[in-house]
């Protein structure tokens, strides 16, 4: 499956911005996925996932009750809300996907694709 991320940018400390992540290839209702960020000189951080099953979530404790993770099967579209958006929120935003189990999947080498990333920068 092929993954391409958007919707990242430049917002003050306290806007929002929504990510999207266009899946094309395979089945993307099959996949379990995720979005992880990264900074430079650090590891890639999980943020949030959803497994292919049902609607539900899981997130980091960084970002839960600010972020908002969803997906639409119908257009093979994955989303990131993100409010209350932090300076330390800044970094290079990636989707993933895991063909691997049915549960949540909060670790890197646990995905299988990965899309390039879009930056998202919060100012203080």
């Known amino acids: 499956v092929q993954l391409q991320a958007s919707g990242g940018g430049l917002v003050p400390a306290g806007g929002s911005l929504r990510l999207s992540c266009a899946a094309s290839?395979?089945?993307?209702?099959?996949?379990?996925m995720g979005w992880f960020r990264q900074t430079t000189g650090k590891e890639r951080e999980f943020v949030a996932t959803i497994p292919w099953r049902d609607d539900s979530a899981y997130y980091a404790d960084s970002v839960k009750g600010r972020f908002t993770i969803s997906k639409d099967t119908s257009k093979s579209t994955l989303y990131l809300q993100m409010n209350y958006l932090k300076p330390e929120d800044t970094a290079v935003y990636s989707c993933a996907a895991s063909s691997v189990g049915s549960g949540y999947v909060s670790l890197p080498r646990r995905m299988d694709y990965w899309g390039k990333g879009t930056q998202v920068t919060v100012s203080s």
């Open positions: 290839g395979r089945t993307f209702s099959r996949y379990t």
